[in-house]
């Protein structure tokens, strides 16, 4: 069913990634591959939790699921701290720091929204979202912030997917950065629709005057999210901007082409034929 | 009508008995939308385009399409068209008008595709700036199709100009009383695919790989079978959305169809306009699905039956030889790869004419930029 190639260039378990999670499995699969990914390459890998039993806990997830965490404690590459350690006054450059200290070349940290919701005020996430975005682009850090789905909508979607814009993750759809801008992958429909929505608004806030959408390794698009598209870009096309999508595959072009999408004003189709 | 010029009648039919009926109409008419600063677009028998833009002096503004290329399919004939009119507007011109010939062809089941586009016609066309002339020689005509003819346009143009027709009849009329193409009974084989009770919809992905799955095919036939897989997954996504639950799909693969029906077991749709209005003319989104569907597949059936709301898709497919010649799926042939770069060249074209130069693209602020 998922059409994601997670081997693919771009969606490695690195930079600073929104992992959108519709169920536990989900939410257990991806953070133990994000993990598994950062203890291979030698990174210190700093978690967070609220955890009212260890047998739910970090440790024992990992464990279950074969990754030797012992070894990983014990040489300090793997840490779990509390809430307000994790999220201290002054940011978490500090905690950064003390890992780079340690020796290790580079950090990563992770956390759900909800166990920062539990020592940050809602309206302090979203700017620490913006701290841990500056220091993974100075830095040499990764962030994975663990977000469930079905409470993610609205305007705290659209400041999640802000943030996150080139490291959205969710079961079907992905994005990652492109050589040219925002590389889109998998598949959109309805049960997507909104975060594909997000995206693309998130993109042309931030584009100055063309917003490059690589769509090479998007294998669907339906019908009401070609009418997303629209919306999304509309102000941003009103105000002069172009919209580049490139090398749509075949069946995604006539789709759009069918819903007369590159004949909307600023909307220009690449397809390569 | 009132209109001298024309420019206000959106579709009529001219019907000649000879060539100089037609070109003392035609000529006018198209003259004056010239003079008026509108295009032109010819979509004849080669011999009449020629004629005509012969009389019209080559004019810059004229378009001359082939006939059969538009012809193909009452839906696609209106794709092309309604692009046509875009890009003409798009290019300068205050509106379009065009002449075209529709094929006649006197077997009932070959006008029944072409009396139904002549219907839609007036509601697909409606919210664009176009005047349109269907040009039909009387000798060629059948009386059931002469008498189609005239119940699908609201006004004729002869060489006194444009006058009502008082014969029109309202297209969702009309629809309802075309009778679709019969389809190969398949419905009493065993289906390829049986979905009997699907529960929601977050299946719809799964779903989509089993008939991606199913529908996988030879490569000269691939373009019809995604085409077909996304006009199936738009009636699913209906059938979930309006519809109700349990939604049970079934699949047939011949090697001269596809053919896919979609249960429900909701009151389902009784508007025979259904898919044929732009979703640009309603509401946000409204129709988007059903308008794909139309042109996706060759036959959409909808119907209440005792067990739910059934959508009856069917696509035909050509023999080898003749999807070949045509170039159906021609693109599939060459790595995916190589044209994504040939796109991406393109694109990088169109961003230096957007005077970009080497600058970021996306943002300026190095999370997603050219270095």
Redesign the interface.
């Known amino acids: 069913m998922v059409v994601i190639d997670r081997r693919a260039p771009g969606l490695e378990w690195d930079g600073h990634l929104l992992l959108l999670h519709r169920t536990e499995d989900e939410r257990l699969d991806g953070l133990t591959a994000w993990v598994r990914r950062g203890l291979d390459l030698g990174e210190k890998v700093i978690y967070t939790e609220v955890r009212h039993q260890p047998e739910n806990g970090l440790l024992a997830v990992l464990t279950a699921r074969g990754v030797d965490v012992a070894e990983a404690v014990c040489s300090g590459a793997l840490v779990v701290l509390p809430p307000r350690e994790f999220y201290p006054r002054e940011g978490q450059q500090g905690v950064a720091e003390r890992a780079f200290a340690e020796g290790f070349a580079a950090v990563r940290i992770s956390a759900e929204a909800t166990t920062a919701l539990s020592t940050l005020p809602p309206a302090e996430v979203h700017g620490v979202e913006q701290q841990i975005d500056e220091l993974v682009r100075t830095q040499p850090m990764h962030a994975m912030c663990q977000y469930e789905e079905a409470t993610t909508t609205g305007p705290w979607l659209e400041d999640a997917v802000s943030v996150h814009l080139t490291g959205v993750r969710q079961t079907t759809f992905a994005t990652s950065q492109a050589l040219d801008g925002l590389a889109l992958h998998g598949e959109v429909d309805t049960t997507n629709t909104d975060v594909f929505a997000a995206v693309m608004i998130a993109a042309s806030r931030r584009a100055p005057r063309v917003l490059w959408v690589d769509l090479a390794e998007l294998a669907y698009l339906d019908a009401g999210s070609c009418w997303r598209l629209d919306d999304a870009t509309r102000p941003f096309r009103a105000a002069g901007g172009n919209v580049l999508l490139v090398a749509p595959q075949p069946s995604v072009e006539r789709t759009m082409r069918m819903l007369e999408v590159d004949e909307l004003p600023g909307m220009h189709v690449l397809g390569g034929s | 009508m009132t209109s001298v010029s024309g420019r206000n009648v959106r579709h009529a039919v001219l019907l000649y008995g000879s060539l100089e009926e037609l070109l003392a109409a035609a000529v006018p008419f198209l003259a004056a939308g010239l003079g008026d600063g509108d295009a032109v677009v010819l979509a004849c028998r080669p011999e009449h385009t020629a004629l005509l833009a012969d009389a019209l002096g080559h004019d810059d503004r004229i378009l001359a399409l082939d006939r059969e290329g538009v012809y193909t399919r009452s839906t696609k004939a209106v794709?092309t068209y309604?692009?046509v009119v875009?890009?003409g507007v798009a290019a300068g011109a205050l509106a379009v008008r065009l002449i075209g010939e529709v094929p006649v062809d006197p077997r009932p089941q070959g006008w029944a595709d072409w009396h139904r586009y002549e219907a839609i016609f007036n509601v697909a066309l409606a919210s664009l700036p176009v005047a349109s002339v269907c040009a039909y020689d009387l000798r060629e005509l059948t009386e059931p199709i002469g008498d189609g003819v005239e119940q699908t346009h609201p006004a004729l143009l002869t060489p006194a100009g444009h006058r009502p027709n008082d014969r029109f009849v309202e297209p969702s009329i009309v629809l309802r009383r075309i009778t679709a193409t019969p389809a190969d009974p398949v419905d009493d084989t065993p289906p390829t695919l049986s979905a009997p009770d699907l529960g929601d919809?977050?299946r719809?992905?799964?779903l989509?790989?089993q008939l991606r799955a199913t529908l996988a095919g030879a490569w000269w036939q691939?373009?019809l079978r995604?085409?077909f897989?996304?006009a199936v997954?738009?009636v699913l996504?209906n059938a979930?959305?309006h519809g109700r639950p349990p939604v049970a799909v079934r699949l047939w693969v011949t090697p001269a169809q596809l053919v896919c029906t979609v249960t429900d077991h909701g009151d389902g749709f009784d508007d025979p306009l259904a898919g044929y209005v732009?979703?640009?003319n309603g509401p946000?989104?409204a129709g988007?699905?059903l308008?794909?569907v139309r042109?996706?597949c060759d036959i959409l059936e909808a119907a209440r039956t005792p067990t739910g709301f059934t959508v009856r898709l069917t696509t035909f497919l050509p023999a080898s030889d003749a999807a070949r010649s045509t170039g159906s799926g021609t693109?599939?042939a060459e790595p995916?790869s190589?044209?994504?770069?040939?796109?991406?060249v393109?694109?990088?074209e169109?961003?230096r004419r957007?005077?970009?130069g080497a600058?970021?693209?996306?943002?300026?602020?190095?999370?997603?930029s050219?270095g």
């Open positions: 794709a309604r692009r875009h890009r919809v977050t719809l992905p799964e989509r790989a691939e373009q995604s085409d897989a996304a997954c738009e996504l979930y959305r732009p979703p640009h946000r989104a988007a699905g308008w794909l042109q996706a693109a599939d995916t190589v044209r994504a770069e040939r796109a991406r393109s694109a990088k169109l961003a957007f005077s970009l600058s970021g693209l996306i943002g300026d602020d190095g999370a997603a050219r």
